[in-house]
């Protein structure tokens, strides 16, 4: 009998390849998807712990659950990821009515675990071992990467896929509890990801973004022999059908001029890199524990900028983290205004229990001032956005279609009603002839928004950028024919 499955996800690309993961095995195990939890048997929630907010967001959603699960009480409802290892057994005392809790390194066992509490064996909890709960060996073990599962349908298109080639984090940066929740670094070998890589192109696909939480400290020594992310770059470029390869999120100490020339030389190397500074001060970026100085973080770009011009570069920031003066926070919007990121992620610090920072510091900046610090610097990034995106106008850039765009995928949903389950990811737009709204990216990750058709999705076409905002290209396909002006010209 098949069973149905509501699943919904929140936090960044590790989770997003996690629920791919996750889906594949159910469905191995006789599920199907659905799109509204009141469909489903089994609903789960692939949870993230970085900041308070996301928490009270999917402990909210659970409260909206209380009353279909107890007029179904064989309804089972599951937390998974980050928060389910972060808070453990407190999510059945804030949410009793939850069945499941399983961390990010114990994903493998969830289709056992729905049996044995379909079959009446209660609630289930299966995390890793805490950061200090055991040998270093045996809490690397208890985080087991959940990698050759994959399903086509799950992913943000069938042309695009990430590959994880790390796990973990042993940064420690003051604020951040992903060290804790994910657990020791660990690079995975470089035949997994090439061969994961191999299948992946044979299954259509054409862009790769390979994940890691510092995912240029990447690692793998086997006997006398290191593979480093450059060398893993030039591997994946050897394999027919991949077009494009990115990698995030890099830390800027491991910058290294080996990657940077990897990037500059692999053709099919995205010029695209992320790499979050956090503070442009360094009383804070010494606070957070990031190991850099903002001296040594421009000089780092200054690296980036010669070795590879047209790069764009990304940013995260935390505003209004512990002790930071308004004078720290001119320091951040100087270093925004100086380094032209292509755009930058803006978060207000958000104490998380367990880290050095919530031990040691008071979160001592009032909510306000960290509203309008937040708004601040956005504005400064988005008009720098703006700018650097107008220098586009008039350029034929390269683009791989990922898609239609939010505005076509919207005005499908509405024609097909909302209650309609997915099917197959952009499969389902085969049937759609006639123009429509597409969206791609150019190498450098920009977005752009064009009229085009859906046979064009997956492909890399040439598009003349027309109009441009802060954070969208708009184009059109360059067609091929001569016009007469050309004629004339050529006569
Ligand atoms: N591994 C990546 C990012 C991980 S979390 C890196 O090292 O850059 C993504 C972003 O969330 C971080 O870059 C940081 O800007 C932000 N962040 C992490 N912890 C936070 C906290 N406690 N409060 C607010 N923002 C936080
Ligand atoms: Fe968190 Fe720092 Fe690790 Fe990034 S590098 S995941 S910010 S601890
Ligand atoms: Fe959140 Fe976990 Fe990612 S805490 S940011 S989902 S690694």
């Known amino acids: 009998?098949?069973?149905?499955?509501?699943?919904?996800?929140?936090?960044?690309?590790?989770?997003?390849?996690?629920?791919?993961?996750?889906?594949?095995?159910?469905?191995?195990?006789?599920?199907?998807?659905?799109?509204?939890?009141?469909?489903?048997?089994?609903?789960?929630?692939?949870?993230?712990?970085?900041?308070?907010?996301?928490?009270?967001?999917?402990?909210?959603?659970?409260?909206?659950?209380?009353?279909?699960?107890?007029?179904?009480?064989?309804?089972?409802?599951?937390?998974?990821?980050?928060?389910?290892?972060?808070?453990?057994?407190?999510?059945?005392?804030?949410?009793?009515?939850?069945?499941?809790?399983?961390?990010?390194?114990?994903?493998?066992?969830?289709?056992?675990?729905?049996?044995?509490?379909?079959?009446?064996?209660?609630?289930?909890?299966?995390?890793?071992?805490?950061?200090?709960?055991?040998?270093?060996?045996?809490?690397?073990?208890?985080?087991?990467?959940?990698?050759?599962?994959?399903?086509?349908?799950?992913?943000?298109?069938?042309?695009?896929?990430?590959?994880?080639?790390?796990?973990?984090?042993?940064?420690?940066?003051?604020?951040?509890?992903?060290?804790?929740?994910?657990?020791?670094?660990?690079?995975?070998?470089?035949?997994?990801?090439?061969?994961?890589?191999?299948?992946?192109?044979?299954?259509?696909?054409?862009?790769?973004?390979?994940?890691?939480?510092?995912?240029?400290?990447?690692?793998?020594?086997?006997?006398?022999?290191?593979?480093?992310?450059?060398?893993?770059?030039?591997?994946?470029?050897?394999?027919?059908?991949?077009?494009?390869?990115?990698?995030?999120?890099?830390?800027p100490n491991d910058m290294t001029q080996d990657l940077l020339d990897a990037v500059r030389d692999v053709k099919k190397c995205s010029h695209y890199l992320h790499v979050p500074c956090q503070s442009g001060s360094n009383e804070q970026l010494k606070r957070m524990k990031r190991n850099y100085t903002v001296e040594s973080y421009r000089e780092m770009l200054q690296r980036i900028r010669t070795t590879i011009p047209d790069a764009a570069v990304t940013s995260d920031f935390i505003v209004g983290f512990c002790g930071e003066t308004e004078e720290d926070f001119q320091k951040t919007v100087a270093l925004v205004e100086e380094s032209r990121f292509k755009n930058s992620f803006i978060f207000k610090y958000s104490p998380r229990e367990g880290t050095k920072a919530d031990e040691l510091y008071a979160d001592d900046v009032p909510d306000d001032v960290k509203r309008r610090r937040n708004n601040e610097l956005l504005a400064v990034q988005n008009r720098i956005s703006y700018e650097d995106n107008q220098a586009f106008l008039g350029r034929v850039v390269e683009i791989l279609v990922e898609g239609p765009s939010e505005r076509a995928r919207r005005q499908e949903d509405h024609a097909h009603g909302d209650d309609q389950p997915e099917a197959g990811g952009e499969q389902s737009h085969d049937h759609v002839h006639g123009p429509l709204q597409l969206v791609g990216r150019t190498n450098c990750d920009r977005i752009v928004v064009f009229d085009g058709n859906p046979r064009q999705i997956g492909q890399i076409l040439p598009v003349t950028v027309y109009d441009a905002n802060s954070f969208t290209l708009f184009g059109e396909v360059v067609t091929e024919h001569v016009g007469p002006q050309m004629v004339s010209l050529s006569l």
Do not use: W
């Not at 064996?121 to 060996?137: C, F």
């Open 1 to 251: 009998m098949t069973r149905k499955l509501y699943i919904e996800t929140v936090g960044c690309q590790m989770n997003m390849l996690d629920s791919e993961l996750v889906v594949a095995d159910l469905r191995r195990n006789g599920y199907e998807l659905v799109d509204a939890p009141a469909a489903a048997d089994l609903v789960l929630f692939n949870t993230c712990s970085v900041r308070a907010h996301a928490e009270e967001k999917i402990y909210s959603a659970l409260g909206r659950l209380k009353n279909a699960k107890k007029r179904n009480p064989e309804k089972i409802i599951g937390v998974i990821g980050c928060m389910a290892q972060n808070h453990q057994k407190t999510v059945f005392t804030r949410a009793p009515y939850v069945d499941l809790v399983v961390g990010p390194g114990q994903l493998h066992q969830i289709p056992q675990l729905v049996r044995d509490i379909a079959a009446g064996g209660g609630q289930k909890l299966e995390v890793s071992l805490d950061r200090t709960g055991g040998a270093r060996s045996d809490v690397e073990r208890s985080f087991e990467s959940y990698d050759p599962l994959r399903d086509e349908a799950m992913r943000p298109s069938r042309y695009q896929a990430f590959v994880r080639i790390m796990i973990g984090c042993d940064k420690f940066c003051t604020y951040c509890i992903v060290p804790k929740v994910r657990g020791p670094e660990q690079s995975r070998p470089p035949e997994q990801i090439v061969a994961e890589a191999r299948k992946l192109a044979d299954e259509g696909c054409r862009e790769i973004t390979l994940l890691g939480q510092t995912v240029n400290s990447y690692k793998y020594k086997d006997g006398d022999r290191t593979t480093r992310l450059s060398d893993l770059l030039h591997q994946l470029s050897e394999i027919d059908g991949i077009a494009r390869l990115k990698f995030v999120t890099s830390f």
